[in-house]
Every structure is written in C-alpha cells, then in structure tokens.
Nanobody
Framework: QVQLVETGGGLVQAGGSLRLSCAAS????????MAWFRQAPGKEREFVAA????????YGADSVKGRFTISRDNAKNTVYLQMDSLKPEDTAVYYC????????????????WGQGTQVTVSS
C-alpha cells in the first residue's frame, strides 16, 4: 500500500510560479511510476505529467510543456511539479498518482492517489 500527500498549492497571479511536492510512504517508492493529474470543477481529471522511477524519462501534456517540470528525489521519496508561467486555466485541484504504467496518461492506469492540493491562478 502506498500513501501520498501533496503540498505546495496556493493562490498566485498569472505568470507566477509554484512548486508542488508529493511525499510517498509505504512500499518501495523507487519502483513506482509517478504522475500528476489535475481536475477543475465540472471537468474530467486530466493528465499533467509523469515520470519513470529513475527520473530520466518524463512525459508532459501539451498544455503544460515548456512551463511545468516534473522531477523526483527517491532518497526523499518525493516527486515534484515545478509550475512556471502559470495561467488562469491552470486553476484546478492537483493530484499526485502512483503505481501506474510509466508514462501512463489515463487516471485508470494508477492505483494510488493523494488528497489533492488546490492551485488557483488569478488574472
């Protein structure tokens, strides 16, 4: 069993930055595929970015490429999402996911989820 806790969300102005963290505990973290998803009110939960256990292979949605960067520190059992040049349309609850196929872009490919952290971007 894996437990995930997201932190780092908040309210920022358009063009600003946030760094989200996801701390994992439970089974061996380094073997897990990890990802970030987000969900706005009334919308489907959508893929944001994913990372392999080694951190070498990363994947990002077209909507965030060039602005968001996913990384992980296996010594700390933590995955990060650096969010730069934020836009109002980035406003959503951001969820950390684990236990899926590396590079998976569907919510159904992941077994474990954090509670989510709210990101709000003002115009």
């Amino acid at each position: 069993q894996v437990q995930l806790v997201e932190t780092g969300g908040g309210l920022v102005q358009a063009g600003g930055s946030l760094r989200l963290s996801c701390a994992a505990s439970g089974r061996t973290f380094s073997t897990d595929a990890m990802a970030w998803f987000r969900q706005a009110p009334g919308k489907e939960r959508e893929f944001v970015a994913a990372i392999s256990w080694s951190g070498v292979n990363t994947y990002g949605a077209d909507s965030v490429k060039g602005r968001f960067t996913i990384s992980r520190d296996n010594a700390k059992n933590t995955v990060y999402l650096q969010m730069d040049s934020l836009k109002p349309e980035d406003t959503a609850v951001y969820y950390c996911a684990a236990g899926g196929v590396v590079g998976g872009k569907s919510r159904y490919e992941y077994d474990y989820w954090g509670q989510g952290t709210q990101v709000t971007v003002s115009s």
